[in-house]
């Protein structure tokens, strides 16, 4: 029903989609507010458009920034460079969220520091209704600390699709009996904190604090997202702005799901549905479906 719905809205966008303004050029304190320490998010550059934003984590503070607007299905993309050297303990994410509490829903990428020379880990997972233990984890095929890399997140009704650099590495699907996050709106997040109980070799590394100020930038941040403030979520009170068509059913082809393959096969160092010590009882219903 609330799919339906919207489809009718992309299909008869002239007449019920377009009520809405145009997107105004906006800066970045227009479209986002800071998380943590107000002086460790610097904006580099900002033409009104497009941004280039540092964040910093110092023994102090981390820091972040989350869009104002939320969000039920979008196509979210950044570039960033990640912290170089001895980057163990920090992590640095892009993240799509409902909010905190009991049944929330989430879309994660986030990158897990290492040792100087040692490869960064990226980590996807998707939390739907509060159940969240759905990581696939990869190594990258460059290094992310050496220059930008496209990192995008595409969240639509029949999928998510998670790319590096226009190359898909994982689909999560819906399957109308499982959880999948579709009712409520959700905000984009960027942060760097420390996460050194957690992040590196299983958090056995911590944060060296000599290496501190520790710099993830972000740049080129695109949302093509319906907007919906709305916090009881629900159609009605969705506005999908013009380009919605290209993503909102979106699926891998046959090319994207080689590639996916090929990530897989090469590059992935964590998959939760062949981790038997986690789920005693039995892999989650979506490992055995395709
Ligand atoms: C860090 O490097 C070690 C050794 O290469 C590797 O096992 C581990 O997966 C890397 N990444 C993280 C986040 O621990």
Same mark, same amino acid.
């Given at each position: 029903?609330?799919?339906?719905?919207?489809l009718l809205?992309v299909?008869?966008a &002239? &007449?019920v989609?377009?009520?809405?303004?145009?997107?105004?050029?906006?800066?970045?304190?227009?479209?986002f507010?800071?998380?943590?320490?107000?002086?460790? =998010?610097?904006v580099l550059?900002?033409? +009104?458009?497009?941004?280039q =934003?540092?964040?910093?984590?110092?023994?102090?503070s981390?820091?972040? *920034?989350?869009?104002?607007?939320?969000?039920?299905?979008?196509?979210?993309?950044v570039?960033?460079?990640?912290?170089?050297g001895?980057?163990a303990?920090?992590?640095?994410?892009? $993240?799509?969220?409902?909010?905190?509490?009991?049944?929330?829903d989430? !879309?994660?990428?986030e *990158?897990?520091?290492?040792?100087?020379?040692?490869?960064?880990?990226?980590?996807?997972?998707?939390?739907?209704?509060?159940?969240?233990? %759905?990581?696939?984890? *990869?190594y990258l095929?460059?290094?992310?600390?050496?220059?930008?890399?496209?990192?995008?997140i !595409?969240?639509?009704p %029949?999928n998510i !699709?998670?790319?590096?650099?226009? =190359?898909?590495?994982?689909?999560?699907k819906? $399957?109308?009996d499982?959880? $999948?996050?579709?009712?409520?709106?959700?905000r984009?997040?960027?942060?760097?904190?420390?996460?050194?109980?957690?992040?590196?070799?299983h958090?056995? =590394? %911590? !944060?060296d604090?000599?290496?501190?100020?520790?710099?993830?930038?972000y740049?080129?941040y695109?949302?093509?997202?319906?907007?919906?403030?709305?916090?009881? +979520?629900?159609?009605?009170?969705?506005w999908?702005?013009?380009?919605?068509?290209?993503?909102?059913?979106?699926?891998?082809?046959?090319?994207?799901?080689?590639?996916?393959?090929?990530?897989?096969?090469?590059?992935?160092?964590y998959?939760?549905?062949a981790?038997?010590?986690r789920?005693?009882?039995?892999?989650?219903?979506e490992?055995?479906?395709?």
């Amino acid at each position: 029903m609330a799919t339906s719905m919207l489809l009718l809205c992309v299909a008869a966008a &002239a &007449a019920v989609c377009s009520m809405a303004p145009a997107v105004a050029a906006a800066g970045f304190y227009d479209k986002f507010d800071v998380v943590g320490a107000r002086d460790h =998010v610097r904006v580099l550059s900002d033409d +009104g458009k497009s941004q280039q =934003v540092a964040l910093t984590l110092d023994r102090s503070s981390g820091s972040g *920034f989350t869009s104002k607007d939320t969000y039920l299905f979008g196509e979210f993309s950044v570039q960033m460079k990640l912290v170089g050297g001895n980057s163990a303990g920090t992590v640095t994410s892009f $993240y799509l969220s409902s909010g905190e509490g009991e049944g929330h829903d989430e !879309i994660d990428i986030e *990158f897990m520091g290492n040792l100087s020379g040692d490869p960064y880990v990226m980590n996807t997972n998707v939390w739907a209704n509060g159940d969240g233990k %759905k990581e696939h984890q *990869f190594y990258l095929w460059f290094d992310p600390t050496a220059d930008y890399h496209v990192y995008k997140i !595409i969240w639509n009704p %029949k999928n998510i !699709i998670f790319q590096v650099d226009d =190359v898909p590495v994982r689909t999560f699907k819906k $399957y109308d009996d499982l959880a $999948y996050p579709q009712s409520k709106p959700m905000r984009l997040h960027a942060t760097l904190w420390d996460g050194s109980y957690w992040a590196t070799r299983h958090g056995d =590394v %911590k !944060i060296d604090w000599s290496g501190a100020p520790f710099v993830v930038s972000y740049r080129g941040y695109s949302a093509n997202a319906c907007v919906n403030n709305n916090p009881a +979520g629900g159609w009605s009170s969705s506005w999908c702005p013009e380009g919605t068509a290209a993503w909102i059913s979106r699926e891998l082809d046959g090319a994207g799901l080689g590639t996916v393959a090929w990530a897989e096969r090469n590059y992935m160092s964590y998959n939760y549905c062949a981790d038997g010590w986690r789920f005693p009882q039995g892999f989650p219903a979506e490992c055995s479906r395709n």
